[in-house]
Structures are given as C-alpha cells and as structure tokens.
C-alpha cells in the first residue's frame, strides 16, 4: 500500500510540474498589469515602472518563473503582491475555511444520497424513485448561488433565524461559527444530494440487473439482505469514485457560495487574486488545488479495498 | 409548541448577539482594503478606511476646498515659496504621545524616501512639475515647507485621499527595520483588528482632540467617535449587500444606482445620494485614422442625446455635465454649464465632410457594477447606429480595459475618472503628450499651457478664466466628452443619525450615532 501511495504521489509530480508551467504563462497572456491596477487610472510611467521593477515584474519571462521555481522548490510560494502576505500561510488559512464547508457538506449529502439511490434503484419506477429523481434533478439544476440567495432570503431575512453577512471562525465562537456556517454548508449539501444521488441510484441499477443478484433472492435472501450485503458493496464503486472528484472540486473553490456567504475561503482568495493579477497567490493557488486534487483521488483510490476486497492496492 | 416554533426560538436565541450589536456600526466594502500604511499600497476603500485613524496637515471641507487639519493656521509668504504651518496644539497620538513638528518632519522625510512607496511622491519631488526643495522644523509647533516655483495646487495636492492627506503618523508605527506595523495616528479612530478577506474593526480614540467646528466639515470641522466601534466588512457580492441592509446587519453600503428605486420601499432604509467628483466619460483615441478628425468627434458627441444616457445609467439620479469640474465646485461656472447638444443634422453634415463611409468605431467598455461603462456604451451604441454611425461594443474585463487605456489602445473608450477636487488637477488626468503618456486623452498644447499656468496662479479668478478658457477649448476639439459626475448612493439604516455621502465619495462614521 505505501508503495502504490509513493508511486501515486511520484507520477503526480509531472503534472503538479505542468501546472505550474502552464499556470505561469497563461495568467501573463491575459493583459493586464498588477502595478498598473495598484496605481489606478493615474499611474505615470516613472512611477509604473518603480512599481513594476520593485515588484520585479520587469525581468524577462524565464527570470521570473526561474526565481518562482527555484523558491517553489525551496516551500515557499513567494509574497502577493496585493497583501503582501506570504502566500503558502495565506492559502492554508484559506484552505482551512472551505474545507471545513465542504467536508462537512459532502459528508451530509453522501449520507443522505447514497441510502436514497440505493432505495431510489430498489424501487426503480414507482413513486418513490420518481420523486427522487425528480427531486435530485431539481436540485442538480438550480445553480448554487440562486439556491444561496434562496435561502438567504428565507432564513435570513423572512425568518430572521441565521445571520445574513459576516464569517465567524469556529474556533473563535463555537455556536456563532456554526450559525455562520449553516447556509453554505446546506448550500452545497443540497447541490451534491442531486449529484451522489443519480450516480449512486445509477450504478445500484446496474448491478440488480446482474444474475449473482437473481441468484442472491432464488437462495431465498431477505431484500434487505441483498440490498446492503450484495448490490450495494458492488455498486458503491462508482459513486465513491464520483465523490473523490466531487470533494478535489470543491476543495479547489467554492468561489460562487463563498462570495455570496461572504466567507473568506480559498475560492475567493482565488477569484480576487485573478482580478487583481496578483501573480503569485494565483500561481500558488492553482497548484495548491491541483495538489489538492492528486491527493484526494489517491486516498479515494487507497480507499477502494475496504469497500470491494477483489481492488488490491497491487 | 410544535416542533418549528421550538426550533425558530431557539435559532433567534443562539442567533440574537450576532443580529443585535448596536454599538457597531456595520459598513460593507465592496473588497477588502490593500493595507493600513497611508498613502501606499492603497485604493479608494482602502483611502476610506485608513482615513479614519490618520489625519493629515490639511483635509478637503464639505465643498472640496482645502482647510488646515493637524494645523490651525497656515501662513503662505509673498513669493508664493514658503509654507508656515503653526500646528494645533495638544493632539496626540493613539499612543498618548504628543504630536510635535519633529513628528512632522520625520514624516515627510519617510514619505519621500523611494523605500516607503508613497503614492505621491512624484507629485513633490519635482518629477510631475511641483518640488519642495526644503522642509524644517524650527520649533515644536511650526513647521516650514519650502517650493522651488510657487504652486497653486500645493495644498490641494496635500490634501488629496489617494495622497493619505500626507497623514502624519507616530514613529511607532513601523518597525525597527524600517517596515510598516500599524498606524498609530492622530485620527478619531484606532486600529482595532484586520481579518483579511473578512473585516476591518475600527475602536473609538478616547483621547481624540477634533478640529474646531460646530459640525462635520468635509474631512475638517467637528470628528468626534459617537459610537466605540465601526467595522468595515468586506461583501464582494451586491444581492448579499442588500440582503445585509434589508436584514439590519448592515447599517451603511454603497448601493447601484439600478437598485435605488427598490431600496428606497423599504422601511427600514433611508437612501442618500450626493453628487462625486468622480467622472464618468466617453474618451476618443484622437490619434486613430478615423477619429482624430474632429469632424468626425463632433459628429459623434452631436449623435448623443446626453440627458438620455445619463438618466438611463444612472436611474435619473445624474445631471449632465460635460465639464471636468465638478458640479459642486466654486470654479464650476457658466461656461462650465456650456454643453453638447443633440442635433442630427449637423451630424450629417459633419459625416459627410468627414468623408465617412460606415467604418466601424468600436466602443471598449467594462461590466463592473460600482461604474456606468457598459450602460452607457449600449444606448450610446444604439444612438450612433441611428445617427448613422457604425459602432461595436467591446466589453473586456477591467484589468484588460485598464492596460488598454493605459497604453491608448483603443478608438473610443466608455470610462471613468477617479475623483480630483482641484481643476487643474482634474485636467491633469486626461491631458498631456501622448508621446510621453500614451493613456492621456487630450494633446492639445494650448491646453498644457494653460493648464500649466493654473497650476501656478493662485488668484481664484484668474483661475476662473482659465478654466474656462479650457473648457471651451475641450468643447471644440472633442478629445472626450464627459457625461456627468458619479451620484454616490448609499443605503443607510433609519437607526443611525449622523450619515451623509459627500463630493469625496468615501463613508465618514465620525459624528455618526445610533438613535436612541
């Protein structure tokens, strides 16, 4: 197992290099100066490029990704050029934030989704199914900022339950922090319900069409018994699958809920560094999410043998 | 008690410190502010926020003229050369220590070192035309600059937002190596925390010592901290803002002009608005083949029905203005009234003088939602389309828009200019060698001459003529034509007593209270 996780991590490292590379050309192609944006409409070239040489954004191309890389190599991510805070702390306390939104989102939704597939594929056609799915395609449909100003609307202001702005850390104020949390989190759990839900009824469908499933009910098994013991172990592949991507997404930005629930998470630090061309956060941010991306698709995948003992980590 | 009472009970309970704290007042910012040093790394809410804590030698009053702050009299020799700045006397720093002209100096020789990175440097040094050749302290409530050419835009220039007001800050605001810490100023305010991405938390300065005055003068007059703190909370997103003043979580937030009518039914609201310096205007590349004929300028700001583009953009809070002095402005005179009409005729005349053929002008605008740039190039578009004139809109991102400004790569731009009170500093931003400053907007030389002048001449009527001289000027050689200035409207709730937007378009929380 620690051998196929090194190999994992080893083969990540080309792309996490290919990232980089790629992250630092393209963000120079799109125009737009970040000395420019910190002097504003008034900027005189004197004082433009007192700005540029100090931000050292006046060496050549290969320069500047040579001096980035070779301190990338070294852990340190460089300084933004907006905050100048150093940008590897920064993106931690960032990270932090959302995750703590979207684990717990995605640990509710697969909780609630996974059961309800299952069910949904037991009860393939009748009622039941036909409100879950339909419900899960409602949900899947409707975009999460419009679901965001939903429920601000409605817990916010009509009923005056949860706070409408503002973030309070958890570990500052456990109850207030958790008041704060409350819309995003539903935000997103009732986005992925609809996700995990049709993968998971899905994949269940598949697997009570095959023979060792007949077979399974001709022994004379309860459906409770052949449900759990022999379709769901077989079908949870793929929604396990799903709900790696689905978690290296999220935890590569939830720009959209972040900025509607005012919270200070890695997604917004990101969309805002891109407004403000402010190189290095983006450049750090981007390589952070690819990173965080390989790293949970390798435990998803280091994961797999507990739920299906034929995948060995060989 | 069902089961939704008890759980809407107990939410509104657990709930009611975060919704109820009526002794901060709560302001949205549209971003997080770049840093607390004054006057470097900055932007406009960064300026708003910094300039609560920090207080410069002069400030701009309620009308933008400019009135001693820190000092309390001003002396200015004959030649026009010499500053005598005698300060106010007991004001102290959030530390307690007292401000003296030592404090003054070390000030200025900080903020002239190249290593601060003061934003306005080069306006003293002599590289942008105004140089202070010397500066002293000779005794401990004087303090003495010096020009090496009289200036009128001298004080002015001290006063600017985007200046920090040249802030005078304790020493102990930067680190033993030169670095910077927090601002420990002599304003109303004090630095309470900085979450980034999330809050400033401004504390009230007990040992405040205000300007004189019976009531709140612009950045001078009467600035007493009526509540112990203000927070500054950082809300990208505008229906969150709404939802914010809707809900009472928020006290005081910018508003776009679109929702006006909507904020204006709620109950709990009161909406403000008052007339910016900031411009917003249509710039013309006068060196493209086809736009740098004048005809062909004039046959375009004659295509525009101008009332009907600012009352469109600016949901009929606007007033047309095609001055680049403010409304409000002492020096905003008669001929600053004279304007551009719509007269469809003359546009086809001038068309076909021109020699125009249907060439296409593209119309390079911006969506962000705090300026008029997209709105107003849509119905501009649709007008020049039905005057004959063949034009596209080009909608880029504001960084993008920005380089292109910068480096005048473009035919005609839907712009808007960062608010200056001074006029001669107001044409400064748009005129000048091309050569030198591609982004400027008028290469007139008559018109750097003039301006030149008023940057020396001190009489405000001889002023007076040469601004006017500069705005007939303008009128005819169309480098751009400007549409109105920025109405800066704020939702405020009915629970503060106090608030009021102004010409510097920045929120002031001094003299601002809760009712009751």
């Given amino acids: ?314 | 008690m069902n089961l939704k009472s008890s759980l809407a009970i107990a939410l509104t309970l657990v709930a009611a410190p975060v919704l109820a704290q009526q002794s901060t007042i709560n302001v949205a910012l549209n971003a997080d502010i770049r840093s607390t040093n004054p006057g470097v790394n900055r932007d406009d809410n960064t300026d708003a926020v910094v300039l609560h804590m920090v207080e410069g030698l002069v400030g701009y009053r309620e009308n933008g003229a400019v009135a001693p702050l820190l000092a309390e009299s001003i002396a200015v020799s004959p030649d026009g050369l010499t500053y005598t700045f005698t300060l106010r006397k007991g004001v102290k720093f959030h530390n307690g220590a007292v401000m003296t002209s030592a404090d003054v100096l070390w000030n200025w020789n900080r903020y002239m070192d190249a290593k601060t990175d003061w934003r306005c440097r080069a306006e003293f040094d002599g590289r942008t035309g105004m140089k202070v050749t010397s500066v002293d302290a000779p005794d401990p409530s004087t303090f003495v600059m010096k020009l090496e050419k009289p200036s009128a835009m001298f004080l002015d220039t001290m006063a600017r937002t985007d200046c920090a007001m040249v802030a005078i800050i304790h020493k102990d605001s930067v680190k033993a190596d030169g670095s910077w810490d927090r601002p420990i100023g002599t304003g109303p305010f004090t630095l309470g925390e900085w979450r980034r991405g999330e809050f400033v938390s401004l504390k009230r300065f007990d040992g405040y010592v205000s300007p004189p005055g019976e009531q709140r003068d612009g950045y001078v007059g009467r600035k007493r901290a009526l509540v112990p703190e203000v927070k500054f909370l950082s809300i990208a997103d505008g229906a969150t803002i709404k939802a914010g003043l809707m809900s009472g979580a928020l006290h005081v937030a910018d508003i776009p002009d679109s929702d006006v009518p909507e904020m204006k039914k709620i109950p709990n609201l009161e909406v403000m608005s008052a007339p910016s310096a900031t411009k917003h205007a249509f710039l013309f590349q006068t060196r493209d083949a086809l736009l740098g004929d004048v005809r062909m300028r004039q046959a375009i700001a004659a295509a525009l029905d101008l009332d009907q583009i600012v009352a469109h953009t600016s949901n009929e809070l606007g007033k047309t203005n095609n001055s680049a002095i403010y409304v409000s402005s002492p020096y905003y005179s008669d001929v600053q009234r004279q304007r551009y009409s719509q007269d469809l005729a003359k546009v086809k005349k001038l068309l076909a003088e021109a020699g125009y053929k249907g060439q296409p002008i593209k119309l390079v605008a911006n969506k962000r939602s705090t300026v008029p740039s997209f709105p107003a190039a849509v119905v501009a578009q649709a007008m020049l389309q039905a005057a004959g004139i063949n034009s596209e809109i080009e909608v880029l991102e504001w960084a993008t828009q920005l380089d292109r400004y910068a480096k005048g790569n473009f035919q005609m731009m839907s712009f808007s200019y960062s608010a200056r009170i001074d006029p001669a500093q107001s044409y400064n931003q748009f005129s000048g060698p091309k050569d030198a400053f591609p982004s400027k907007a008028w290469d007139s030389r008559r018109a750097d001459e003039l301006i030149e002048k008023a940057t020396l001449v001190g009489d405000p009527a001889e002023r007076q003529k040469l601004f006017d001289e500069l705005h007939k000027l303008m009128l005819a050689e169309a480098p751009l034509i400007f549409l109105y200035n920025q109405v800066d409207t704020a939702g405020v709730s009915r629970k503060l007593r106090g608030f009021a937007p102004w010409v510097a378009g920045k929120p002031r929380l001094w003299e601002v209270s809760f009712a009751n």
């Fill in chain 1, 1 to 314: 197992m620690l051998r196929f996780a090194l190999t994992r991590i080893l083969m990540a490292l080309p792309t996490l290099f290919i990232v980089a590379v790629s992250v630092f050309v393209l963000i120079r192609l799109i125009p737009g100066d970040p000395a420019q944006l910190m002097l504003g409409d008034l900027a005189d070239p004197a004082s433009l490029a007192d700005l540029r040489a100090r931000l050292g954004l006046d060496r050549s191309l290969p320069m500047q990704f040579a001096i980035w890389f070779g301190n990338l190599l070294q852990g340190d991510l460089g300084q933004s050029i907006n905050s100048q805070q150093a940008v590897l702390p920064l993106i931690a306390q960032r990270f932090f934030i959302s995750a703590q939104v979207v684990l717990v989102a995605v640990l509710f939704a697969c909780l609630v989704a996974v059961p309800a597939g299952v069910i949904a594929a037991w009860r393939q056609n009748s009622s039941l199914d036909l409100t879950l799915v339909g419900l899960a395609t409602l949900l899947l449909s409707i975009p999460t900022f419009w679901l965001g100003l939903l429920l601000l609307l409605f817990f916010g202001l009509k009923l005056e339950w949860l706070p409408v702005v503002g973030y309070v850390s958890i570990g500052e104020d456990t109850t207030r922090g958790i008041l704060y949390l409350v819309m995003p989190i539903l935000t997103l759990f009732l986005h992925e319900i609809g996700v995990i839900l049709r993968m998971a009824r899905a994949s269940t469908l598949e697997v009570l069409r095959l023979d060792y499933i007949t077979h399974a009910r001709a022994k004379g098994l309860s459906e409770g018994a052949v449900l759990w013991r022999h379709a769901f172990k077989n079908a949870f592949g793929p929604t396990w699958t799903l709900i790696g991507l689905v978690l290296g997404n999220l935890l590569g930005g939830i720009a959209v809920v972040e900025t509607v629930f005012t919270i200070p998470g890695l997604g917004r630090l990101l969309v805002d560094s891109i407004f403000a061309r402010d190189y290095p956060v983006i450049q750090g941010c981007l390589l952070f999410v690819a990173f965080t991306y390989v790293l949970v698709n390798l435990v998803i995948d280091l994961c797999y043998p507990i739920f299906d003992p034929r995948v060995t980590a060989e």
